[in-house]
């Protein structure tokens, strides 16, 4: 589907099958002497016919295609490398890109390995990296980003794009601001019926620290409309900030709650109220167990920073407990 949200604005839906979120947006901006491309959905068949059959019933002259990737997950960066010329990426995430690309076998069994630590059954989490979209649908191709930090401007179609950090969802996700139409390309650092999967990255020291942070660094940003990754537009950017501040306030509580004795994250994370339909544990899919252990890492990440919990590794696992 192609929607046309202001001259020189397409919204265009890249289907992401079999998965909750539905559509990646990708977001075409310029006019006839350049364009950029907001996202690119995944390295798939279905993801690569829908942006090239979008892009052609706009009519754009792919040599004045230029790309943004707001960060570096499947959904967003799979088909940067092929669709256009020039791809802008964070300079923070394009190194990260690149050592992943240089050892990925070392990447991801640091992560399995981490995974394991936090009570994750060895079983189930092998299995969870065989079926890990991370894996499955990036280009392993190396791409030759041109690089962009936080205040950069990228200047097309008469509209002038700020980039602004927002680490957190992923180590340095990047927004991009039009001040004179207050127009928020948000990625996935804000949406708006769904909150972003906040999870344990290997590069950021307290995920959920960082996120909070980048949501009060957008909070007085003038905006009349959010454009996200995923879901619909809207309006309001401080009320869905504050919306969202709330719900990991509340998580935190139920975190905290849960640590009657030592436990690790894979224990803790059936006590935490997930978005899922479900009445056991056991019946939720290995993937959303996997996103749901991440995000428990990550509150307890965030609760021992604040001095309220602690960490003790106890015969190869990782054990949380209440401060005394």
Same mark, same amino acid.
């Given at each position: 589907?192609?929607?046309?949200?202001?001259?020189?604005?397409?919204?265009?839906?890249?289907?992401?099958?079999?998965?909750?979120?539905?559509?990646?947006?990708?977001?075409?901006?310029?006019?006839?002497?350049?364009?950029?491309?907001?996202?690119?959905?995944?390295? $798939?068949?279905?993801?690569?016919?829908?942006?090239?059959?979008?892009? $052609?019933?706009?009519?754009?002259?792919?040599?004045?295609?230029?790309?943004?990737?707001?960060?570096?997950?499947?959904?967003?960066?799979?088909?940067? =490398?092929?669709?256009?010329?020039?791809?802008?990426?964070?300079?923070?995430?394009? +190194?990260?890109?690149?050592?992943? *690309?240089?050892?990925?076998?070392?990447?991801?069994?640091?992560?399995?390995?981490?995974?394991?630590?936090? =009570?994750?059954?060895?079983?189930?989490?092998?299995?969870?990296?065989?079926?890990?979209?991370?894996? $499955?649908?990036?280009?392993?191709?190396?791409?030759?980003?041109?690089?962009?930090? /936080?205040?950069?401007?990228?200047?097309? =179609?008469?509209?002038?794009?700020?980039?602004?950090?927002?680490? =957190?969802?992923?180590?340095?996700?990047?927004? *991009?601001?039009?001040?004179?139409?207050?127009?928020?390309?948000?990625?996935?650092?804000?949406?708006?019926?769904?909150?972003?999967?906040?999870?344990?990255?290997?590069?950021?020291?307290?995920?959920?620290?960082?996120? *909070?942070?980048?949501?009060?660094?957008?909070?007085?940003? /003038?905006?009349?409309?959010?454009?996200?990754?995923? @879901?619909?537009?809207?309006?309001?950017?401080?009320?869905?900030?504050? +919306?969202?501040?709330?719900?990991? @306030?509340? @998580?935190?509580?139920?975190?905290?709650?849960?640590?009657?004795?030592?436990?690790?994250?894979?224990?803790?994370?059936?006590?935490?109220?997930?978005?899922?339909?479900?009445?056991?544990?056991?019946?939720?899919?290995?993937?959303?167990?996997?996103?749901?252990?991440?995000?428990?890492?990550?509150?307890?990440?965030?609760?021992?920073?604040?001095? *309220?919990?602690?960490? /003790?590794?106890?015969?190869?696992?990782?054990?949380?407990?209440?401060?005394?």
């Amino acid at each position: 589907m192609i929607e046309k949200i202001a001259d020189g604005i397409y919204r265009i839906e890249i289907p992401l099958p079999r998965n909750p979120l539905k559509y990646t947006n990708s977001y075409l901006i310029g006019r006839f002497d350049g364009f950029l491309l907001v996202d690119t959905g995944m390295n $798939r068949k279905e993801c690569r016919e829908a942006l090239y059959t979008a892009l $052609r019933s706009l009519q754009i002259d792919f040599s004045k295609l230029s790309v943004f990737i707001t960060h570096l997950h499947a959904d967003h960066i799979g088909l940067a =490398g092929e669709v256009g010329g020039e791809v802008f990426f964070s300079k923070t995430e394009s +190194e990260i890109v690149r050592k992943m *690309l240089d050892d990925p076998s070392g990447y991801w069994e640091t992560i399995l390995e981490t995974y394991i630590a936090n =009570g994750f059954p060895e079983r189930e989490a092998k299995k969870m990296l065989r079926l890990h979209p991370g894996i $499955r649908y990036t280009s392993m191709e190396k791409i030759e980003f041109s690089e962009v930090v /936080d205040g950069d401007e990228i200047d097309v =179609g008469g509209y002038l794009l700020k980039c602004i950090e927002t680490p =957190g969802h992923s180590p340095a996700h990047m927004c *991009l601001y039009d001040e004179e139409g207050k127009l928020f390309f948000s990625g996935d650092h804000v949406l708006i019926d769904i909150t972003p999967n906040i999870t344990w990255w290997p590069f950021l020291d307290n995920s959920l620290g960082s996120y *909070l942070e980048s949501l009060e660094k957008v909070y007085n940003l /003038d905006v009349n409309l959010v454009l996200p990754g995923h @879901r619909r537009l809207w309006y309001d950017l401080r009320k869905r900030i504050d +919306e969202i501040r709330r719900h990991h @306030r509340a @998580r935190l509580v139920e975190t905290l709650a849960a640590l009657d004795r030592p436990k690790t994250a894979w224990e803790i994370a059936p006590s935490i109220t997930w978005d899922l339909v479900y009445t056991d544990w056991e019946e939720v899919h290995v993937v959303q167990k996997w996103f749901a252990v991440g995000e428990t890492i990550a509150h307890l990440e965030y609760l021992q920073k604040e001095g *309220l919990v602690e960490r /003790d590794v106890e015969n190869g696992l990782v054990k949380y407990f209440k401060s005394c």
